[in-house]
């Protein structure tokens, strides 16, 4: 059989054949991994056999369209664990001033579809925790509890992320030394 195929990642897949046009549902099918099913043409009572030589004239010619749906897909790696240890008070607790950490962990996320990111934390007892994406002042920080919290969403590609982390004393803070872990989610949308 001789085929000539042309593709693209925009346009269908073309073929042109030198087989009879009963032959080519069976060996497209054959020749694309058994990814794509294609109804034969043939009557019942016609048998599907490949020619006899390569070098066959055309009989017929037969164009197929063939279209591949891409499913959602996204992977997040954490570069850099989200987590961070703290003692309390820090210098300016007493005046009310939360300690600030810039730029806290590294994930990388590649997603060929929009994407949610979102933060699970461990609990710190007596203490506030909000984060915004690192290096944004002007975004609004998130309270982040002993659950889910969405953090932002985005759009496909490859994205490095790191986090501020803001914390806050409130008045059953009590002094010590504290661990915060924080674990990233993402979802395709």
């Given at each position: 059989m001789v085929c000539s195929a042309t593709r693209s990642s925009v346009r269908p897949v073309f073929l042109r054949c030198a087989c009879p046009s009963t032959w080519l549902p069976a060996t497209l099918a054959a020749g694309?991994?058994?990814?794509?099913t294609v109804a034969a043409a043939a009557s019942p009572n016609q048998r599907m056999t490949p020619p006899l030589s390569s070098a066959a004239p055309v009989l017929d010619e037969l164009t197929v369209n063939v279209q591949a749906r891409v499913l959602p897909f996204e992977q997040l790696e954490i570069l850099e664990p989200v987590e961070v240890d703290f003692v309390y008070p820090w210098p300016g607790a007493?005046?009310?001033?939360?300690?600030?950490?810039?730029?806290?962990?590294?994930?990388?996320?590649?997603?060929?579809?929009p994407w949610q990111l979102g933060l699970w934390s461990t609990l710190v007892p007596g203490f506030t925790v909000e984060v915004r994406l690192a290096g944004q002042p002007g975004r609004r920080w998130v309270p982040v509890a002993p659950a889910l919290a969405p953090?932002?969403?985005?759009?496909?590609?490859?994205?490095?992320?790191?986090?501020?982390?803001?914390?806050?004393?409130?008045?059953?803070?009590?002094?010590?030394?504290?661990?915060?872990?924080?674990?990233?989610?993402?979802?395709?949308l």
């Open positions: 694309l991994g058994g990814l794509v007493d005046a009310g001033r939360p300690l600030v950490l810039p730029a806290v962990g590294l994930v990388q996320l590649q997603s060929n579809a953090m932002t969403i985005g759009r496909s590609g490859e994205h490095q992320l790191r986090w501020d982390i803001r914390i806050t004393p409130r008045a059953q803070a009590r002094p010590g030394r504290y661990h915060l872990q924080m674990t990233p989610i993402a979802s395709v």
